[in-house]
């Protein structure tokens, strides 16, 4: 007998002795894993990035100048960061789970059905906006044309509260829809994450308006935009597999 056949178990031969579950036990004599049982330690590891990042671009900000290129890479507001790349796989991740569950939803429920499926496309147009910066090209020319300065001086937070409040409306029924403690997980992500994207951004724009954009205040505001940007995608990707562990057809 090899050291492979000794660790099987097979249905009707179970010389072991013992009431398994022989389909789970593999050649090696591991029992698979539950998804819950791996989905847990990745969103551990998601967290911890998170904020190993953000206490590293903290520590440059009061530090003084790092030798290059890591004041680039640890910068949350560059494009091209580590922070910034992690922003854009969370929020890939999250929209991707997002339609999976709406096309795992019967079409017979059109509101969840389709509901999954619009949020899920949201979230992957506010992923790719994260890696294209298309908001900034607009907050460009909508402070050339009005002119807008102080709390506006980042013109485009003044589409995005109208967007938010539409998107909101819109998205009444299909919330109303979800178990209680989604509904929870996924208000306290979008809270989060537009206290940030929106409220946080606004007092940095007083902020450049005021000619302080070198400035550690500045340095500092901008993080912590940043920081509720990513714990609110945190928030909704652990809303997410908690839901997914609730209602496994999903």
Same mark, same amino acid.
């Given at each position: 007998?090899?050291?492979?056949? #000794?660790?099987?178990?097979?249905?009707?031969? @179970?010389?072991?002795?013992?009431? &398994?579950?022989?389909?789970?036990?593999?050649?090696?004599?591991?029992?698979? #894993?539950?998804?819950?049982? /791996?989905?847990?330690?990745? +969103?551990?590891?998601?967290?911890?990035?998170?904020? %190993?990042?953000?206490? +590293?671009? +903290?520590?440059?900000?009061?530090? =003084?100048?790092?030798?290059?290129?890591?004041?680039?890479?640890?910068?949350?507001?560059?494009?091209?960061?580590?922070?910034?790349?992690?922003?854009?796989?969370?929020?890939?991740?999250?929209? /991707?789970?997002?339609?999976?569950?709406?096309?795992?939803?019967?079409?017979?429920?059109?509101?969840?059905?389709?509901?999954?499926?619009?949020? =899920? /496309?949201?979230?992957?147009?506010?992923?790719? @906006?994260?890696?294209? &910066?298309?908001?900034?090209?607009?907050? %460009?020319? !909508?402070?050339?044309?009005?002119?807008?300065? =102080?709390?506006? #001086?980042?013109?485009?937070?003044?589409?995005?509260?109208?967007?938010?409040?539409?998107?909101?409306?819109?998205?009444?029924?299909?919330?109303?829809?979800?178990?209680?403690?989604?509904? =929870?997980?996924?208000?306290?992500?979008?809270?989060?994450? $537009? $206290?940030?994207? $929106?409220?946080?951004?606004?007092?940095?724009?007083?902020?450049?308006? @005021?000619? &302080?954009?070198?400035?550690?205040?500045?340095?500092?505001?901008?993080?912590?935009?940043?920081?509720?940007?990513?714990?609110?995608?945190?928030?909704? !990707?652990?809303?997410? /597999?908690?839901?997914? #562990? &609730? @209602?496994?057809?999903?």
């Amino acid at each position: 007998m090899t050291p492979d056949e #000794r660790f099987c178990v097979y249905p009707g031969n @179970d010389q072991t002795g013992l009431n &398994m579950d022989w389909h789970k036990v593999t050649a090696n004599g591991w029992a698979d #894993r539950e998804p819950s049982q /791996l989905r847990a330690p990745l +969103l551990t590891a998601a967290y911890a990035t998170w904020a %190993v990042l953000l206490c +590293l671009h +903290l520590l440059h900000t009061l530090s =003084g100048p790092w030798p290059a290129p890591l004041p680039r890479l640890l910068d949350p507001n560059e494009e091209t960061s580590i922070y910034t790349w992690l922003s854009v796989l969370m929020l890939g991740i999250a929209g /991707l789970l997002m339609l999976d569950i709406g096309f795992r939803t019967p079409k017979s429920d059109r509101i969840l059905h389709w509901g999954w499926i619009g949020v =899920g /496309l949201a979230v992957l147009a506010v992923s790719a @906006d994260e890696m294209l &910066m298309i908001h900034e090209g607009v907050a %460009v020319r !909508l402070h050339e044309h009005f002119q807008w300065g =102080g709390y506006l #001086r980042f013109a485009w937070v003044v589409p995005a509260i109208l967007v938010v409040a539409l998107g909101g409306l819109l998205a009444l029924p299909f919330l109303a829809r979800l178990p209680r403690s989604t509904r =929870g997980w996924m208000f306290a992500a979008a809270v989060v994450f $537009v $206290v940030g994207a $929106v409220g946080i951004e606004m007092i940095g724009g007083k902020l450049w308006d @005021d000619g &302080m954009e070198e400035s550690l205040a500045y340095a500092l505001v901008s993080g912590t935009e940043e920081a509720f940007e990513g714990l609110g995608v945190l928030i909704l !990707l652990g809303g997410l /597999l908690r839901h997914r #562990r &609730m @209602d496994p057809g999903s």
